[in-house]
């Protein structure tokens, strides 16, 4: 079948349209400007009158009938199109604002399950956890006799070894309070044996911190429920925990001595086949009517370190 100089001339602007439509909307998904979006509608309104033009009277009368239709639908999946697209971004801005969030606080491996889920729920809710909490022992007296900058040189080394242990036994950095720290396992993804991977990471601490000459410190570790999400004001938010779990790992940390690990009943009896001790006692705690069941692991004095490995 032969065109006509007519025809071909016809073909060759539809051939242009097609064109103007595809970079119409790649420049649109690019850029995200509304003169995009003007330019793609001008070539979709477009195209029907020039495959009209292209096909001669045949197809003149189904164009005719249709032409309502056939603009509508090319239009409806565009707006298809750009509401997915859009619901696209918003997913990737979310992924890129928790990567951001965490990244300072949390393994890369729990970062990279996070980023894999298809829907990211940060918000608050009851589950269980491993509360973890540190301090150094009369820092706060030692810090007196330094200048800034020897104190600050010193914390930092004291956080640089907690947080890379943590994040090797999939801790979280909940947050650094002065020389305190406090780290959750099993938020916010699924650890398993998150009790165990805590006291495995507070034994290898205290070795570490040993080693490098520093300070001892006491470590408390309590587990149950707690309510977790990101809990602040709209000009400040964190990750965190929050509930009794928390309050009371926060009282065994009070309860250590120098080098000293102390962790409630519950953490035990997950633990006491890897690391089991002598060192049980009935103390009561800040704020509590009834006397606790603790155990407490005397790492100056009693080596646990090759348990861990």
Not at 14 to 19: A, N, P, S, V
Request: charged share 25%; glycine share 6%; aromatic share 12%.
């Amino acid at each position: 079948m032969a065109f006509t100089l007519g025809q071909t001339a016809y073909l060759v602007l539809l051939l242009f349209t097609f064109y103007g439509c595809l970079k119409s909307l790649m420049a649109y998904k690019a850029k995200r400007e509304f003169k995009y979006l003007v330019i793609l509608a001008f070539f979709i309104i477009l195209t029907p009158h020039l495959w009209m033009k292209a096909y001669g009277v045949k197809m003149q009368e189904f164009l005719l009938t249709f032409q309502f239709t056939i603009t509508l639908v090319p239009l409806a999946l565009f707006l298809f199109y750009d509401y997915w697209e859009r619901k696209r971004l918003e997913e990737q801005k979310d992924k890129i604002k928790i990567k951001t969030f965490f990244e300072r606080y949390v393994n890369p491996k729990i970062i990279n399950e996070l980023l894999q889920k298809e829907k990211l729920e940060l918000k608050g809710k009851r589950k269980e956890v491993t509360v973890f909490f540190m301090d150094i022992r009369g820092f706060t007296k030692m810090s007196e006799k330094m200048s800034a900058e020897e104190v600050v040189n010193i914390l930092n080394r004291y956080f640089d070894i907690s947080t890379s242990i943590i994040f090797k036994h999939d801790g979280t950095v909940d947050k650094f309070v002065g020389d305190s720290v406090m780290a959750l396992f099993n938020a916010p993804t699924n650890v398993k044996d998150h009790e165990l991977k805590a006291v495995t990471a507070a034994i290898e601490i205290q070795e570490a911190i040993r080693k490098d000459g520093l300070v001892d410190t006491g470590i408390g570790i309590n587990t149950g429920e707690a309510v977790v999400g990101n809990i602040g004001s709209k000009h400040k938010i964190d990750y965190t925990a929050i509930g009794d779990t928390v309050n009371t790992a926060a009282r065994l940390e009070g309860a250590t001595g120098a080098g000293e690990i102390v962790i409630s009943k519950v953490v035990y009896d997950k633990v006491k086949h890897a690391f089991p001790t002598k060192h049980k006692e009935m103390i009561t705690l800040k704020g509590k009517a009834k006397p606790l069941e603790i155990y407490r692991y005397k790492t100056k004095t009693e080596s646990y370190i090759k348990k861990t490995k």
